[in-house]
């Protein structure tokens, strides 16, 4: 309190005269501190502070919406991207399904003409069977393995013999 009272007697009676309070004010704000167990911060200081906080949440923001937007610009090409390579792989896939179907039968009708690849059938059904012939002989039960019906064999001519 005596420090308040010198203050203002000071300010009274030096009216418009250059006084230093810098040694009062220090003495001044210690005891107030110091009363309220916190430390005291001028108001420029303050405000100088809060304008800072608020400029780097601003940037933060900004840059945080910035990369967001470069993640979702780059996630929409690449969809776009992969979309169109689904669509190139589904003709290519179509593409070879065909080449190869018509290559398969190509190859296997010459297989069977020569007699490699033997193809039994039942005429009951419908079962179809077709292998190779190799090294070890194979024989066939000769039944259907659906209806137990005695599979057919159609030979290079088109002539259809019992197994």
């Known amino acids: 309190m005596e420090t308040i009272g010198l203050i203002v007697k000071t300010r009274s009676k ?14 001044m704000i210690l005891l107030v ?6 430390k ?7 405000e100088e502070h809060t304008h800072k906080q608020n400029h780097l949440v601003s940037d933060l ?21 992969l979309q169109n390579e689904k669509r190139t792989f589904e003709i290519d896939k179509a593409t070879l399904a065909n080449v190869s179907q018509e290559n398969l039968v190509a190859l296997a009708a010459s297989k069977i ?3 490699e690849i033997k193809v039994l059938f039942c005429v009951k059904c419908g079962f179809t069977m077709a292998y190779r012939l190799g090294v070890r002989s194979y024989h066939s039960s000769g ?17 259809i013999s019992a197994i």
Do not use: A, S
């Open 113 to 115: 003409g020569k007699g």
């Open 143 to 159: 039944l259907c393995p659906c209806c137990y019906n005695t599979l057919k064999r159609r030979n290079e001519n088109g002539i």
């Open 61 to 81: 923001q900004l840059g945080h919406l910035g990369k967001l937007e470069g993640e979702r610009k780059k996630l929409r090409e690449e969809r776009i991207q």
């Open 14 to 27: 030096m009216q418009g005269l250059p006084v230093d309070y810098g040694v009062l004010r220090e003495r």
């Open 40 to 46: 005291l911060v001028t108001r420029d200081l303050f």
């Open 33 to 38: 501190e110091t009363v309220l167990g916190k």
